[in-house]
Nanobody, 120 residues
Framework: QVQLVESGGGLVQPGGSLRLSCVAS????????MGWYRQAPGKQREMVAV???????NYADSVKGRFTISRENAKNTVSLQMNSLKPEDTAVYYC??????????????WGQGTQVTVSS
């Protein structure tokens, strides 16, 4: 009933940039927080950046000053601009959204993930 679809991953050299996007669709009444998480091989999934419906943001210490999260509420989208990428940013990146459906049920939804590889 609700889908999150990510795009924008790929291979980039250290110091380069990538922009991830995620669009939510389906039986959506409203969207609360949206965010990006990542999971590197052999590690637990971790929060990268989160943005509330009002625009307040929170970032992992490891990405502060390099990554910027933004959203367009009218389009149900959230984006992550990643600059000055480092090899340690290599991971599968997942979009997350806390969504209230038209059936008045609130849940966390996840995208399928998009691979980001930072390597020379």
């Amino acid at each position: 009933q609700v889908q999150l679809v990510e795009s924008g991953g790929g291979l980039v050299q250290p110091g380069g940039s990538l922009r991830l996007s995620c669009v939510a669709s389906g039986s959506i009444f409203s969207i609360n927080a949206m965010g990006w998480y990542r999971q590197a091989p052999g590690k637990q999934r971790e929060m990268v950046a989160v943005i509330t419906s009002g625009g307040s943001t929170n970032y992992a210490d490891s990405v502060k000053g390099r990554f910027t999260i933004s959203r367009e509420n009218a389009k149900n989208t959230v984006s992550l601009q990643m600059n000055s990428l480092k090899p340690e940013d290599t991971a599968v990146y997942y979009c997350n959204a806390n969504i209230l459906t038209i059936f008045m049920r609130s849940s966390d939804y996840w995208g399928q993930g998009t691979q980001v590889t930072v390597s020379s």
